[in-house]
Nanobody, 117 residues
Framework: VQLQASGGGLVQAGGSLRLSCVAS????????MGWFRQAPGKEREFVAAIGWSGAITNIADSLKGRFIISRDNAENTVYLQMNSLKPEDTAVYYC???????????WGEGTLVTVSS
């Protein structure tokens, strides 16, 4: 599985962005898909994950109410809708795929999100 994330950019605080991650490979729909982020000088952290059917989602507690994860298996794409963005959301966002959140085996290259104050 190869993953290509896009949709990052510069946005003002309070704004919104939607990240997309397109996966290659026929097994996409069987994987848990996730988003992680790494801010400058910090460790990578979990953002959100979604089960293979899309029925089960998990959002980091600190991001609940602002971030939404979804997927379209017909398009081999997972999305991250980010609302009410804050400067502390500035990071490189990575999408990942695997049998479970703790076993993400495939990673995209990341897309940079910068939130200005």
């Amino acid at each position: 599985v190869q993953l290509q994330a896009s949709g990052g950019g510069l946005v003002q605080a309070g704004g919104s962005l939607r990240l997309s991650c397109v996966a290659s490979g026929r097994t996409f729909k069987y994987y848990v898909m996730g988003w992680f982020r790494q801010a400058p000088g910090k460790e990578r952290e979990f953002v959100a994950a979604i089960g293979w059917s899309g029925a089960i989602t998990n959002i980091a507690d600190s991001l609940k109410g602002r971030f939404i994860i979804s997927r379209d298996n017909a398009e081999n794409t997972v999305y991250l809708q980010m609302n009410s963005l804050k400067p502390e959301d500035t990071a490189v966002y990575y999408c990942a795929a695997g049998p479970e959140v703790l076993d993400m085996r495939y990673w995209g290259e990341g897309t940079l999100v910068t939130v200005s104050s």
